[in-house]
Every structure is written in structure tokens, then in C-alpha cells.
């Protein structure tokens, strides 16, 4: 039989090597930096600076629940509850609430005595 010169000629490596690699790559790699930079890092951010806001918050403030309830704290049960007052007379309906679900701080109040 006939050999026919393709057949007999060894395999070629990768013609494009590791750089060809990389520049495949390169449009994935841009995407993912600028989607960090946009995203990512600022509901980071966001995420520490509400994460610190419910660490700080005291009795007398008044805040903003994701329900869209907004109270005035009267007491601060411990790390993880509150008591809110949410009625306008004085000694109004208070709720116990989750710390967690505050969304927002209206106005840092003078801190109550705790005699009064």
C-alpha cells in the first residue's frame, strides 16, 4: 500500500500554546474584575456599615423595620431582640422585634435614664 505524506508525517502540538489560552480567557477575566468592582465590593461595604448600625443601636432611636414599621426603642432585650414603641401616646403599644430586621436609623436619640 501507498503512505500518502499526511499519514506519515508526526502530530503537531497545540498551535496556539498557553497564550492562546489566556487571550480566550482574557474577555471572562475582564468581565468578572469589573462585575467585583460594581457589585460586589460596594454590597460589601453596605453589608459592614448596616452590620455595624445594628451593632450600635441603643435605647431611644428611632428606626425603620423592613416592614416599613417605624418605632422608637424602648429597650434592648439583649444581642438579638428589642422592645419597639410604636405608639404615639407615651407608653404606646410596644412590640418585641428581631435586631436583625431593623432596615434603617431615623434619628439617634438621647439615651434614656434608667430610672425614668
Known amino acids: 500500500m501507498f503512505v500518502t505524506p499526511a499519514f506519515a508525517q508526526a502530530a503537531a502540538g497545540d498551535p ?3 497564550t492562546g489560552f489566556l487571550i480566550q480567557f482574557m474577555p471572562f477575566i475582564l468581565i468578572f474584575v469589573i462585575m467585583y468592582f460594581l457589585l460586589i465590593r460596594p454590597q460589601q461595604k453596605r453589608a459592614a456599615e448596616h452590620k455595624e448600625m445594628l ?11 423592613t416592614g416599613g414599621l ?17 405608639g404615639e401616646s407615651t407608653g404606646g403599644t410596644k412590640v418585641r422585634v428581631a435586631r436583625a430586621f431593623v432596615a ?5 436619640g438621647e439615651p434614656v435614664k434608667d430610672g425614668a
Request: aromatic residues 0%; without cysteine; glycine residues 8%.
Open 55 to 65: 451593632k450600635n443601636l441603643r435605647r431611644g432611636d428611632t428606626v425603620v423595620m
Open 70 to 86: 417605624i418605632g422608637k426603642i424602648s429597650k434592648v432585650v439583649d444581642d438579638n431582640e428589642m422592645v419597639l414603641e410604636v
Open 16 to 18: 496556539m500554546g498557553t
Open 104 to 108: 434603617e436609623l431615623r434619628t439617634k
